[in-house]
């Protein structure tokens, strides 16, 4: 073979790689174009009462950081991953990925009420849109506590109410719905869709002062916690009552190797559990509940063995408790004197040092100084 030929034969070779390298790097473009639209799985969601053409349907919401955002609001899931596992999604149609990329027309109707169902008129509303960038419809709910805001928007919109007498209330609203057909012809639907949004009223706050503490004492130890005082009980603090009573168990070996336990007892007294109601300013129960209700002993524990959570019990940060302490009794059983608080978030618990088999515990609260007064909503 001459020179010539091999010289040929050569650039042929060079040109069939070329066009190879070519159809693999636009494949790879093309799949990270399909896929671009995907929204990140994200934390867990409460869900929300949606009225579409006369019907109510149960939808989680999602938020995020935002400048209407009350105190302590969270992330949430999309609708498409609470309503959708992944086998069940389909591709999103045409409509959907120009109104996820260009956005879409959007319509709601809030429809503004007290912690009874009553309408709320006259309420301040601000419904924020995000299409490049923020854009706030702001009006009055009418007699009848609805309200109207349009405009586009590339997947959800955010929107809280206020007025004298109330607390205010963020909400926040996905469009967007991974796979689902959610868009059409230039509009996201369902098209306006009525919003329930419950405000509550202030009934009588009264001061309750913040406290947070943290405190160190020997593990397997059963220690009293004045909350008046905020502090331990002698001989590790200088509390007189015991408001709560901790006990925190457990050892520590490593990181991934390690079990902590913690028991809430009480003298008489006792401990329920709820949920805080991040979405309002009024993030507890207005008030105590019954005696009766009351439980005498609460745990929370955590355990890793070999790098595997093997138990988690702990109070999550939307957790808290109402707590009754201080009781007196009559001859008869019958309750005739007592307090009541409630803390903000769950304690917190570990094991600080096993050198010197020391124990922590953390929280915030609120007390109710005042003897049988039930009342446990605060003016701050």
Known sequence: MNKRSVIIVASFVLAIIALFVVRTQTTKRAAVVEHADRAPEQTSAAPAVVTTGGEKETRPREGGAHPFCAPGSTLYLTQAQQEYRLGERGPNTPDVKDAKRNGALAKVTLRVVDSRGNPVPDADVQVAFFHRGPYSVDGKTDENGFFTAEHMSESDVHFHASKEGYYRTYRNYWFYREGKPCAENGRWIPWNPTLEVVMKEKRNPIPLPMKTVSCFFPVNTSVGFDCERAQLVAPYGMGAVSDLIVNVTGYYVAPTNYSFHLTLSSNGGGYVRYKM??????????????????????????????????????????????FCSRVSKGDGGEVRSSNYGKTHGGIKFNIESTRTNTAAISLSYQFNTTPNDRNLESNQ
């Open 277 to 322: 109601d991040t979405y309002s300013r009024m993030w507890s129960v207005y008030e105590a509940p019954a005696f009766e209700e009351f439980h005498p002993v609460l745990a929370a524990s955590i355990t890793y063995k070999h790098d595997h959570l093997a138990e988690d019990t702990r109070f999550k940060d939307d957790d808290y408790l109402v």
